[in-house]
DNA sequence: CAATTCTATGGCATAATTGCCATATAGGCA
DNA sequence: TGCCTATATGGCAATTATGCCATAGAATTG
């Protein structure tokens, strides 16, 4: 039962930074439908350009997200298949813990 | 194409953030195998038992892990059973990048 | 009860993250 | 060339995360 080394997980937790903010998240969600430039990701996020672009640099250091340069703009795409059923799983946890929460509350 | 709340991507966030730290990962690491008390988890991830109980408890308070008391002990367990296949497609597409930038350097 | 062990919490110093402003860079166009 | 638009970067202040020490609480044992 060797335990894989440290490096693989500061390795793991770089994704994982990259994936805990509410602005990041809500660019992937839309990213995952079609690419979008970064104009288009600063009107859905509502934050400064500057802001927005730094959000996405985070996400393609962490290889979540690459980019394509067409004229003076910047489409970024999304570069991993897993979020979707990711969330999909980690929210079925949330619930099931409210509901359990929830029995709690009533004394079950 | 309505896009969902800003709550849903904080509470995913919240999530991520849990995830966001070699220890924890490691620890999470652990606790796929079985449960483990918080001095087993010290041991494992040689930091100050303090710090360990802290990091459990970003982990417990995001729904992560659950506990249980055994007399003087209390035993980490894993809630949740996304993480290794998320791990895997992550770890997939970071190998992929990789390889796609050394064929860049080799001037392919 | 006293002593010991296991775990959690408060406090604090250091480090990392975040967001905006100002500015730099680059492409497109007159 | 000069101007406009799209994006990235430097810098700074404010917030948040991290880790250790000291200590508190709870269970066990003598």
Redesign the pocket.
């Known amino acids: 039962m060797e335990r894989e080394p440290r490096q693989l997980y500061e390795a793991r937790a770089k994704v994982a930074?990259a994936l805990?903010?509410?602005?990041?998240l809500l660019m992937l969600d839309a990213l995952a439908e079609k690419e979008m430039?970064?104009?288009?990701l600063?009107d859905l996020v509502g934050?400064?350009?500057?802001?927005?672009?730094?959000?996405?640099?985070?996400l393609?250091n962490a290889g979540i997200v690459a980019?394509r340069?067409?004229?003076?703009?910047?489409?970024?795409r999304l570069k991993v298949g897993c979020l979707r059923g990711f969330w999909n799983c980690i929210e079925g946890v949330l619930k099931q813990n409210l509901k359990e929460q929830q029995a709690v509350m009533n004394n079950l």
């Open positions: 930074k805990a903010h509410p602005s990041r430039c970064v104009c288009d600063t934050a400064d350009q500057s802001t927005v672009s730094k959000h996405l640099a985070v393609k980019d340069k067409e004229g003076v703009m910047i489409y970024y």
